[in-house]
């Protein structure tokens, strides 16, 4: 039965939907020998390449979920323009498909990455509608106020549009620098540390300590990473 190309591929572990997308409006991805369109539906015998290299879109792949402890200098892409090691350096090959990361984190910023075949999942967990809470712990020049801390509480503007913490909690500082535990449910780019600068704080460190419902082992060592075990089954 056809479907949509994104989602055939997502399923079979090439990439979230949205990364596949992309490879769409850029025009690296062809079936049947032509260009592939936003939304194409293809049956189960397409020919489907990207850039020149064919795709299989068949049965979907085993579902495996990898944790990671990513490090401060990473970057959350399979390859960097400026050589800066990249997190997929330092994964194990996955059984079948290949590994999708489900929200990134920038270069800085260490702890919680959560990966994937399961490209259907990817795209869930990624998707706005989802909601999933991300927690974080942050560690900023000074120490907030507490009208700053209902200002995050209430939602400051950012340049593209409001945001606000879910829940936001000092915990012990140390000299010249506050700790706070922090929730939101997206993941906007630079999200976290925008909305501190908003109140007049720098982030100079900022870890992530769970997305949705899986957090960051304590006993998993920055750039080490663990497979999850039958409690993968179980994510939807």
């Known amino acids: 039965m056809a479907e949509r190309v994104q989602k055939a591929l997502a ?21 049947d020998g032509r260009v592939a369109a936003l939304g194409e539906r293809v049956e189960p015998d397409a020919v489907i390449c990207l850039d020149g290299r064919r795709l299989e879109a068949g049965a979907a792949v085993a579902r495996e979920v990898l944790l ?11 390859r960097d323009p400026q050589g800066r090691p990249t997190v ?17 984190l920038d270069t800085n910023t260490t702890g919680l990455l959560v990966f994937t075949t399961d490209g259907a999942l990817a795209h869930r967990w990624m998707h706005p509608s989802a909601g999933l809470e ?21 939602g ?27 929730v939101l449910n997206e993941g906007r780019n630079r999200e976290v540390r925008r909305m501190f600068t908003a109140v007049g704080h720098e982030v100079s460190r ?22 999850m075990g039958a409690e993968a089954d179980r994510l939807v």
């Open 11 to 31: 399923a079979a572990g090439h990439g979230s939907r949205r990364e596949i997308e992309g490879w769409i409006r850029a025009g690296r991805l062809t079936i």
């Open 68 to 78: 990671y402890n990513k490090p401060a200098g990473e970057v959350t892409t399979r």
């Open 88 to 104: 997929f350096d330092h994964l194990p090959a996955p059984r079948a498909g290949r590994w999708i990361v489900i929200g990134r």
């Open 134 to 154: 991300r927690e974080y712990l942050v560690r900023v020049r000074g120490t907030l106020a507490p009208a700053e801390l209902e200002q995050l509480r209430r």
């Open 156 to 182: 400051v503007e950012l340049e593209d549009g409001p945001a606000r913490f879910l829940r936001i909690g000092p915990q012990a500082g140390s000299a010249g620098h506050g700790w706070y535990r922090v």
């Open 206 to 227: 900022l870890k992530r300590l769970r997305y949705g419902p899986i957090t960051l082992p304590e006993d998993l060592s920055p750039g080490s990473w663990r497979l």
